[in-house]
């Protein structure tokens, strides 16, 4: 076992895979109100996104709130916030997770062209605060400190 890895799991992290894209993007599986799906991990993203025809797909309602979004390639997008979802990447979990809806066609057509799945969304620096995240690149592995819930 990694030094980090043993240090990780004795401070009580769960480990991801992450898939390594020939992008140079990593991917990994979450789901959104028991809903799985594959999301790119963007460190540069504020906010975590799915797209806005996802949003009966990921049971996600959103509120009337209209916000304006800048992304690659786009920095002028119109989004809506949702409030309060169920978020779980592995073992991590959380009730109170806040997402952006937001038009992500132009990300997955630039994914097509690198002949890459397109993506259910883009989880940001809003996930990896949340979760106490750990990003081991080298092995392609993300730590995300569990939460422990009282019943």
């Not at 800048?70 to 949702?82: E, F």
């Amino acid at each position: 076992m990694s030094a980090l890895k043993g240090f990780l799991k004795d401070k009580g992290y769960c480990k991801i895979k992450l898939e390594k894209l020939t992008s140079n993007h990593r991917r990994f599986e979450a789901s959104i109100n028991g809903v799985t799906g594959s999301f790119i991990l963007d460190t540069g993203a504020s906010s975590s996104c799915i797209d806005f025809k996802d949003l009966d797909r990921f049971e996600v309602e959103v509120n009337d709130l209209s916000i304006r979004a800048a992304g690659a390639g786009d920095s002028n997008m119109q989004g809506s916030v949702s409030f309060g979802n169920k978020l779980k990447v592995g073992a991590w979990k959380t009730k109170e997770f806040n997402l952006v809806a937001i038009d992500l066609s132009h990300v997955n057509k630039a994914l097509s062209q690198e002949g890459i799945k397109p993506t259910d969304g883009v989880m940001g620096a809003d996930f990896l605060e949340q979760s106490g995240a750990i990003i081991d690149f080298e092995k392609n592995k993300l730590y995300l400190k569990r939460k422990i819930f009282k019943k």
